[in-house]
């Protein structure tokens, strides 16, 4: 994040849209509305001294992988991003910190390089997000929640909670990179209770709501609400399992050029890949590393830690495709008996427990079928939680986009090197979760905790044709 000038107020998409339903944060009070950004705040900051606490000052600034930044610089950033946008532009309040702003700039500094930075230690970062936080507060406290799109309905402060929990997954990330003991717990997920679920589900075919105007902390790449057309097609009812994903495994499937795209096959032969990370074959039976954990694969849990080139080419092998980012929205929102989009799969109400496997409250996926609370109105189970779903789709702008409130939250990313993902993991928090919200990444990444679920087109006979 970076911030920039702001003085008059940023022509956002206006707050209404056909086929939505009005948010009910803009009806809380403002007293009401701090109160509820506060709770957020102070449980993204939680989250951030679990994953901080739980290692000592070596591993703290220990780089655990190339692909990481040391835990440290993730606690730094934090406090400099709520600075720069909290304490200084919306409170207008002096600055800080200001000689720290380049060294937790993240275009300035690649995520390799950031062990060389003179970055604060341990404690002094502590004590520095600590200071943030207090000043911030303040700022909750005083300033207007209405006016300038930065501030109104909070958005300033919605937008710094987002932004520290995205961090605290990546953090997470981090700690399943690290090697050693295991210093994070959290119970196992429920049990699955929707049993003989069907292999697909119809999608039917006609326009629906995509991306929103009416949340109120939805980010840029999210805007404005529009109209798809979707024609009607199947998709898995569940996300694809660790035991049907090693059926693709052991048949072979990493050594058939015939299921892996140009790409995906240059990328699978340059890196020796053979099967998901963190995965071993001992004794003729899968095994996995989960946060310091050796233990064997469960069955029924959703695929983790592979890469968009990895589940195109299993959804090859199968038959089948990725779904677009538009088909994955429709199959998550829209209510064929309203023809309305939901603001989640299972309607409008802020995700609970029993809904989804999000926020970190365990340390895997769920099994498949364990939120029957959760299904979407066609019929299909854990569109959010568990595992980050990639889709076909490259990271575009929808049409009308407006970069708010800095340029490089968004539009920078905008073009094919970048693959769209939906739906969240149990790493990820509610407040960064929705059925609008967009994630995007390299098709070679695998230490994000994704997964994936197959789409395919009707043929003659299926219903809904």
């Known amino acids: 994040m970076t911030s920039v000038d702001r003085d008059v107020e940023t022509a956002t998409p206006r707050e209404t849209a056909e086929g939505e339903t009005p948010h009910p944060l803009r009806e809380l009070s403002e007293q009401d509305l701090r109160a509820h950004t506060a709770e957020v705040l102070e449980r993204a900051r939680r989250r951030s001294v679990e994953l901080t606490d739980a290692v000592d000052d070596d591993d703290l600034v220990k780089q655990h992988s190339k692909l990481m930044s040391p835990l440290v610089w993730d606690l730094a950033h934090i406090g400099s991003q709520e600075e720069l946008w909290l304490v200084r532009d919306v409170g207008g309040r002096d600055p800080l910190r200001p000689d720290i702003d380049d060294l937790y700039d993240a275009f300035q500094h690649p995520r390799a390089t950031r062990p060389s930075l003179p970055l604060l230690g341990p404690s002094e970062a502590r004590s520095y997000v600590a200071e943030v936080r207090d000043?911030?507060?303040?700022?909750?406290?005083?300033?207007p929640l209405r006016g300038r799109d930065l501030t109104r309905t909070a958005f300033a402060f919605g937008m710094i909670a987002q932004h520290e929990q995205q961090h605290d997954e990546t953090m997470l990330a981090t700690h399943q990179l690290r090697k050693g003991d295991p210093v994070l717990h959290a119970p196992a997920p429920p049990s699955a209770t929707a049993r003989d679920l069907p292999e697909e589900i119809v999608v039917?075919?006609?326009?629906?709501?995509?991306?929103?105007?009416?949340?109120?902390?939805?980010l840029d790449n999210e805007r404005p609400a529009h109209e798809v057309f979707v024609e009607a097609f199947a998709l898995d009812t569940t996300p694809v399992t660790n035991a049907r994903y090693a059926e693709f495994v052991d048949d072979g499937g990493y050594g058939d050029r015939r299921w892996w795209s140009e790409q995906g096959w240059s990328y699978r032969s340059e890196y020796g890949i053979t099967a998901p990370r963190f995965w071993r074959r001992e004794d003729g039976r899968w095994w996995r590393l989960r946060f310091g954990v050796y233990e064997p694969v469960p069955p029924d849990e959703p695929v983790v830690h592979v890469s968009y080139h990895e589940a195109e080419a299993f959804a090859a092998w199968a038959g089948k495709r990725l779904p677009t980012e538009?088909?994955?929205?429709k199959a998550a929102r829209y209510d064929p008996a309203t023809g309305r989009s939901r603001r989640y799969p299972w309607g409008d109400d802020d995700p609970t427990p029993e809904h989804a496997n999000l926020g970190q409250r365990h340390l895997r996926p769920a099994p498949v079928g364990a939120y029957p609370k959760g299904v979407s109105a066609v019929g299909a189970h854990q569109l959010v939680g568990d595992v980050w779903e990639w889709t076909s789709s490259d990271f575009t702008p929808y049409p009308g986009f407006v970069a708010f409130p800095y340029r490089e939250y968004s539009e920078v990313f905008f073009g094919p090197e970048y693959k769209v993902l939906r739906g969240g993991s149990f790493g990820s928090d509610p407040v960064a979760v929705r059925g609008?919200?967009?994630?995007?990444?390299?098709?070679?990444r695998r230490q994000i905790f994704a997964g994936f679920r197959c789409a395919r087109d009707l043929r003659p006979g299926d219903a809904g044709v």
Do not use: C, H, Q
Request: no cysteine; charged share 25%; glycine share 6%.
């Open 326 to 329: 538009a088909e994955w929205e």
């Open 204 to 218: 039917p075919s006609g326009s629906f709501t995509m991306g929103t105007s009416v949340e109120p902390w939805a």
């Open 135 to 143: 000043k911030a507060f303040d700022v909750l406290e005083r300033a």
């Open 436 to 444: 609008t919200f967009r994630n995007w990444d390299y098709p070679i």
